[in-house]
């Protein structure tokens, strides 16, 4: 029998003992489980600024987690090795949402802020995010979420009053890239537009020669979000050849202060990625 699956666009409807598109949720006994709960791949005390949120507690640290799996199928994936795998393909660390919660609390001293859920996509491991972010903000820290925005608007919802800050990849402004990517550029720019009214929200436009990088999509673009607010920082980074995409060249210098200089046409705040 199959059971769809309801956190994301894609409403995987998925056979007993098989997983979803993004490799991490599955159909156990009739019921939709996250597979990857609890299954940490990489663990880290980072600069905020690496997440990239510049306007967020600048100069703290934050303690970042990733699992596995990813719900889009970007060709330049920057974190192929564990987004674009499946759980026995990689090793992985079983830590409880207890455990993470003292962890922030043990690395306060080091300007520790909170908890990032990062590297990997985290909301497809939607119910351990929102577990460990109750803990964690009953303890009095932050959390971080730096995502693809591809969520469907309920758990979304359901998980902003948990959530401190957002750093949203908008990959582009056009369906039609979305849809090389297996996802929707609605669904993201909603997820933006939510996120945006109840917390802290920054965007990163990875640019990727040859696909998203004319100067009339990042102005439309950066236009967009300044109609929901001009002052959301914008961070226009590089791409280098990775996964799929390794035959082209990384994204030039130049093209990317080209294109930050349009956005700051309608942005407050924007800034130049790996330069």
């Known amino acids: 029998m199959r059971i769809e699956c309801n956190i994301c666009p894609h409403h995987c409807k998925i056979e007993e003992g098989h997983l979803g598109l993004c490799n991490a949720r599955s159909n156990h006994k009739g019921k939709i489980i996250n597979e990857n709960y609890g299954k940490v791949t990489a663990m880290a005390l980072d600069p905020i600024e690496k997440k990239p949120l ?4 600048p100069g703290s640290r934050i303690l970042s987690i990733g699992s596995y799996g990813c719900n889009l199928r970007c060709p330049f994936c920057q974190n192929c090795d564990i987004s674009m795998v499946k759980g026995i393909e990689l090793e992985t660390s079983i830590i409880s949402c207890e455990e993470i919660a003292s962890k922030a609390i043990a690395y306060k001293h080091l300007g520790n802020i909170g908890i990032a859920y990062t590297y990997n996509e985290p909301l497809i491991g939607y119910e351990y995010v929102r577990d ?5 903000k009953e303890k009095g820290m932050k959390n971080v979420v730096v995502t693809n925005g591809y969520i469907c608007e309920e758990p979304l919802k359901e998980l902003l009053p948990l959530i401190d800050a ?7 402004f056009t369906e039609e890239y979305y849809r090389k990517l297996r996802g929707d550029l609605a669904t993201v720019m909603r997820s933006i537009v939510l996120a945006s009214e ?6 990163t436009t990875l640019i990727v020669p040859g696909e998203n ?8 673009l950066s236009q967009w979000l300044a109609s929901i607010n001009p002052e959301i920082p914008l961070h ?6 990775r996964f799929r995409m ?3 060249d ?6 990317v202060y080209q294109l930050a200089k349009v956005a700051r046409r309608h942005l407050k705040y924007v800034y130049e990625g790996n330069c």
């Open 246 to 248: 390794q035959d082209r």
């Open 132 to 136: 460990c972010a109750k803990l964690v």
């Open 166 to 172: 957002f750093n949203i990849d908008l990959k582009g």
């Open 236 to 241: 226009i980074t590089r791409f280098f050849p």
């Open 198 to 203: 109840k917390c802290h929200v920054e965007v």
């Open 250 to 255: 990384a994204t030039a210098v130049e093209k």
């Open 54 to 57: 510049y306007h967020f507690y």
């Open 213 to 220: 990088d004319t100067e009339e999509e990042i102005d439309a």
